[in-house]
């Protein structure tokens, strides 16, 4: 690329001093190096350690990002793009050092157009952000990863969450990209259109490329429109099994619901001490379904034939809205219900997803392989799309369970993998799934490492995050 | 790339001759060199000029694909993939010569999984094979371009359709390719899990391509159940601005309609008189809804309600299949129809896609330079995404009239792209819309070029498709 082509020799060195001074210059308190602030914006809530940027910008427009690209790229320093910092597999940390754009000052809605049901935000509008300010347009933004992550964020992970079984993941959600290449140039990968033929689709290519390939500055998404009616409720049934061929069976009748999600014997437990409720402690399903007031008691109703059909039930649903909330805030806290299990624990929170005909025999085995390593680790899952999660909880200063809990991490990605499924469903690959990746794609992570050298020829763009660091050395 | 890098200097230049006896000694009668069969192999429906390839192979396995991507690279030789030549810009066409790798005789089902709601077949499966195939498990492949295209191609082109609004293009469709790249190797993009954030979308890179990264040689696909119920109608409206508006209000509240096709005047009167209807001469609707059957009645009197706030109807619709199918028999016929509005035309099919706020404006904009143009040429569209087809009908011997035709296909895009949409919704680029493809992206165009650089260094895949000869050249 220009920039890359027309480098002068002697700058071909890692040079953070003269970036760092530079930034300070032009941008005083917006450039920060202070340790607080670096180790807030690295990654430091699982067993991977946190490894600290050099300085973190705080950005406020994509010509400034622009700049710093073109700075960084001119000695060599690496650039960490940071949302809120919610990602699971290390995608903030600074292997090499670098500097961390943080992304939380660009939070403007540019544009919401309501007869299209789309808008176009910057990349550091939080999910929460967006309804609140979509609250009285009949319109939300359904995807919901549990945090209130940044959509450039979601974007570059590929996120998804509760919702995707109905509205999809990021991947279907967003229209079109600004982003920062790693040469400094600023592009729009694609119009507003809802579909489009016209060339590569680097829409897609970037989204869930975890800030390798370039910054997000902005995004155009998709918005639904607000459901008439929402039915949901909660439903147990006797077996993981039971549990899964209903879910099977929904999916196939084409019911649209609007989330369908397991939860384990183990997690019920923390729900129901977390959240002081009294359901049955054994696999249950949480659903929602969406649709006119008739429609979504027919789903409902259609479902508790479902569940009645393998031992299930009862399905215990409702309209009411306070109802409803409180089942999905207990939904929702199920990650810090899971962590009250063990006061004082780290929570490690993984995903795989599979094939759904494999999903009962991944989670029993899964279940047992827990048991066998002697963890504290509910599952919890989006088992519409075959995905779900482990919480391991662990005593990160005991070094023995540390490596117990990074031995089973490894058998389930492998195990999901060898279902025919993937080592991440939703949290990408970061640091943490790095060493999977060529299991799952083989042959194919060389091509993505020739589009990497292609598109960053410098390497600075989040070094040392989804690619192995030896993929295509052999080409 | 290895099989680049490997590559004698004295070998550097096409030498085809090589190439072709080479062929015909490794796979005789399988290798054809003939002209009639050629042509057939190249593009010749519009008033773009056929440009045959030199030789046309009838591929049985991906392996074989393997051996012919090696010898052409070898020779600097270019390979153009061919499924039942139905792509409709130019996409099979050999302006530099070359071997077409055609893929009927690839047409193998290779795995069904009802319980995943999914299935892998060979590239050269069409849609109809695959439904035939289908028929008694309950499920349906939902993608219908009107051609009964292959599987190969319709990922290649990224194809979509009637039912795009309610199942989604190809794009959402594709679960994962095995693709032979350009240098021989043969890669699987993806595992079947439904969704992954394990590395790039290279599954999304390659759908839409146009066979200029690769050659799909097998794809999983998402299979849709087939609904319990189906309702379906058509609607009149007293102008294109009320169709259109009741469009907007229909997908605004999330009316989950299964097709909703526009037919302007012209195309009614085709219709009218192809099909032996009596349907009225203006702006009309064509809809069908999927689901349970209350369900499907509960959409039909909602969409006529709406259709009625906007002065269109009555709507009538029905649930009985005989009285569907034909209402959809003569929509799949309108490309017929229209042509036989001019005996003995040729019609140019273009598509272009707008977001749907703009669509009455650009459909009324059109008719407008239809008329000033002194063209026959109906509209047809997807509206639901924002997406429709203007059929110009050409007497190709009348040189004036096919620039003219040239000249509103040109205003046509640039109108689509002018009101934030795309010069092509599903008919991709090919050779036809590559002069717009700048106009689109932008720079964005440059990474694409740096893209295609990086994976077919040597330009044998498909040349002279999707991106402008020039771009990437001032990097």
Not at 268 to 294: I, V
Request: charged share 25%.
């Amino acid at each position: 690329m220009a920039t890359a082509q027309a480098m002068p020799m002697q700058r071909a060195v890692n040079d953070v001093k003269a970036v760092c001074e530079a930034l300070a210059t032009r941008f005083g308190e917006r450039f920060q190096t202070g340790r607080a602030l670096r180790e807030q914006h690295a990654h430091s809530t699982t067993y991977i350690a946190a490894e600290l940027p050099d300085g973190v910008f705080f950005a406020e427009t994509a010509e400034e990002i622009q700049d710093v690209v073109r700075l960084c790229a001119e000695h060599r320093v690496p650039i960490i793009p940071f949302g809120v910092g919610s990602s699971l597999e290390g995608h903030v940390n600074a292997p090499k050092g670098g500097i961390s754009i943080d992304m939380s000052r660009m939070n403007r809605i540019l544009e919401v157009n309501a007869e299209d049901m789309d808008c176009k935000v910057e990349a550091g509008v939080t999910r929460e952000e967006l309804n609140h300010y979509l609250r009285d347009t009949g319109l939300f933004f359904p995807i919901d990863p549990g945090a209130n992550a940044t959509l450039g964020g979601m974007a570059a992970t590929r996120a998804s969450g509760t919702n995707a079984v109905r509205y999809g993941t990021m991947r279907e959600n967003v229209l079109s990209l600004d982003v920062v290449m790693p040469n400094g140039e600023l592009i729009r990968t694609s119009s507003r259109a809802r579909k489009s033929s016209a060339g590569y689709d680097l829409t897609r290519l970037l989204v869930g490329s975890e800030g390798t390939l370039g910054i997000i500055t902005a995004l155009s998404v998709k918005l639904h429109g607000i459901p008439q009616a929402i039915s949901g409720g909660v439903c147990p049934f006797p077996s993981v099994e039971a549990a899964c061929q209903a879910v099977i069976l929904t999916i196939q009748m084409g019911l649209p619901v609007a989330r369908i999600e397991f939860i384990n014997a183990l997690g019920m437990r923390a729900l129901n001490q977390y959240s002081k409720l009294d359901y049955a402690e054994g696999p249950c399903l949480f659903l929602e379904f969406h649709g006119t007031d008739s429609g979504v008691a027919e789903q409902a109703e259609t479902f508790g034939e479902i569940a009645a059909e393998f031992a299930g039930g009862p399905f215990q649903w409702t309209k009411a809205e306070e109802e409803r909330q409180k089942l999905w805030k207990a939904r929702h806290d199920a990650h810090w219900a899971c962590i009250a299990l063990r006061p004082g624990a780290k929570a490690l929170s993984t995903d795989v997803c599979v094939p759904i005909s494999r999903l009962a025999e991944c989670i029993v085995e899964t279940e047992a392989d827990i048991r066998e390593s002697g963890l504290v680790a509910p599952i919890i899952g989006h088992v519409g799309d075959g995905n779900f999660h482990v919480q391991v909880l662990m005593d990160l200063s005991d070094a023995e369970e540390v490596e117990r809990a990074k031995a089973f991490v490894s058998r389930l990605n492998i195990r999901a993998q060898d279902m025919g499924g993937t080592c991440t469903g939703e949290h990408g690959i970061g640091q943490g799934k790095r060493a999977y990746l060529e299991r799952e794609h083989g042959r194919g992570v060389m091509f993505m490492q020739v589009i990497k050298q292609a598109l960053d020829p410098l390497g600075i763009m989040n070094p040392g995050k989804v690619l192995p660091d030896d993929a295509g050395q052999d080409r």
